[in-house]
């Protein structure tokens, strides 16, 4: 008798044997030959944990003393990968816009690996990107002293969260001084305005089970990496976090929870806190329609924060 299904999505199916299946849109292979003002590795930052990341630069590269953002995909801590054909094409361009070298990291997933396994991946690249620095030429034009932490959905949340282990570790050998979530995947047992809306039981259910998959084994929505209240953050940290660009969408089901997020953090007494709302636009536009106008905007207001801090 083969397994049974425990829990499943569009996305993601969970089998009672354990193994699970995942959504796998279209990839992009990575290019050593400029396109598009970038070019694009495959490196391997944690051949043990299988942690990988791509590599974008721009053609300036060679040139000048570029800033560094840090990319780390969406997906409910259970899907995605840099390598999907949106995300690819997005962080190219990104790259080209802003005249930044882009780390995009491929963490481990949950549930076979639940938080906080992904925030230390994700971290585990701020250190290699030192260490790999002196002996990688495509690395070797990287301003460590200017590094930005980005991701849309968990991966907003997990650029908060490794912003703040860097703020703990001392020796932390990179300097971050601005994160930007895009759509940030917060959440907490307390329901939104949004999710106890007529016509929401189906995002509801989804979201709940993406949670459920991901935070670990006897918690619940109230666990530290999923309710900001939850955080046992001192003010001493809080005053130590770098500049915050939050993107939010009109239409998206998680709205209020990246508008809460930005009060949240300015409440916190977090310097300087800038909320974008994109209008017409639902989660993660930008990943399903990387050519779009709302995405070069985006792209827009993302550079224009990077060279303004």
């Not at 003010?235 to 930005?262: C, Q």
């Amino acid at each position: 008798m083969g397994a049974s299904v425990i829990e499943s999505s569009e996305f993601i199916k969970v089998l009672s044997d354990g193994s699970v299946e995942r959504f796998t849109p279209e990839r992009a292979p990575p290019s050593l030959d400029l396109y598009n003002g970038y070019k694009c590795k495959d490196v391997t930052i944690d051949p043990l944990k299988a942690i990988t990341a791509r590599i974008f630069i721009p053609s300036t590269a060679a040139t000048t003393m570029l800033p560094v953002l840090v990319y780390f995909h969406g997906g409910g801590f259970c899907i995605g990968s840099t390598t999907w054909l949106g995300y690819h094409h997005f962080l190219g361009d990104l790259s080209a816009t802003s005249e930044s070298i882009i780390l995009s990291v491929d963490y481990r997933l949950a549930p076979e690996n639940r938080l906080p396994i992904a925030y230390e991946d994700c971290y585990t690249s701020l250190i290699w990107l030192s260490q790999q620095k002196p002996t990688d030429s495509w690395l070797q034009n990287a301003d460590l002293s200017r590094v930005f932490l980005s991701g849309d959905s968990a991966g907003g949340n997990i650029a908060h969260h490794v912003a703040l282990r860097a703020i703990r570790d001392q020796e932390c050998p990179v300097r971050i001084i601005g994160i930007i979530p895009i759509h940030p995947y917060f959440g907490s047992e307390k329901r939104t305005e949004l999710e106890t809306r007529k016509g929401s039981t189906d995002e509801v259910r989804s979201n709940d089970m993406f949670w459920r998959l991901s935070i670990p084994e006897g918690l619940n929505r109230d666990y530290d990496g999923c309710n900001l209240e939850q955080m046992k953050v001192s003010m001493s940290e809080w005053s130590r976090f770098p500049n915050v660009l939050v993107f939010v969408a009109e239409l998206d089901f998680l709205k209020e929870r990246g508008v809460t997020y930005a009060e949240f953090l300015k409440k916190k007494g977090v310097k300087k806190v800038k909320l974008v709302e994109t209008k017409d636009e639902k989660h993660v536009f930008h990943v399903f329609r990387p050519d779009s106008e709302p995405t070069r905007l985006l792209q827009k207001q993302m550079n224009d924060f990077i060279h303004s801090v």
